[in-house]
């Protein structure tokens, strides 16, 4: 119960923070947060949730950051072995928000797939 108000304030800062600086900030609380499973279930759930809206909405605003945070999801946890029907609806929302990134510009596409590749190297 105590981390679902820092969700909230995760979730929330989504479209607010677009530098490098408090980006990085709020990746490294979730980072850390990760770390404790009722966090990380908590975070997990709120994500899909949101990631299944943003896919439903067909808007590309926010794609990157859900994606990167589901990333962290996958990198920086043990969520994949906490329940494997979960990290399937984590890779289907996934799979829906590249495809509308892959509709964008092509510095968008590059800096997502670069994203992606650099995140995944760090396992």
């Known amino acids: ?3 679902l108000p820092l969700i909230d304030i995760i979730f929330q800062t ?3 923070y ?4 408090s980006r990085k900030a709020v990746d490294d609380i979730i980072t850390k947060g990760l770390q404790e499973v009722s966090f990380m279930k908590s975070f997990a759930a709120a994500l899909v949730q949101v990631m299944e809206k943003q896919a439903k909405l067909q808007s590309h605003v926010g794609c990157d950051r859900l994606l990167q945070w589901s990333c962290l ?3 920086k946890s043990k969520f994949a072995t ?3 029907n979960a990290l399937c609806r984590v890779a289907i929302v996934q799979a829906l928000l590249l495809n ?3 509709q964008r510009s092509f510095r968008e596409r590059r800096a997502c797939k670069k994203t992606f590749c650099h995140l995944f190297s760090q396992v």
């Open 1 to 3: 119960e105590s981390v």
């Open 14 to 16: 989504l479209y607010i």
């Open 18 to 21: 677009d530098d490098r600086g």
């Open 73 to 75: 999801l996958l990198s």
């Open 82 to 84: 906490v329940s494997k």
């Open 100 to 102: 509308l990134v892959m």
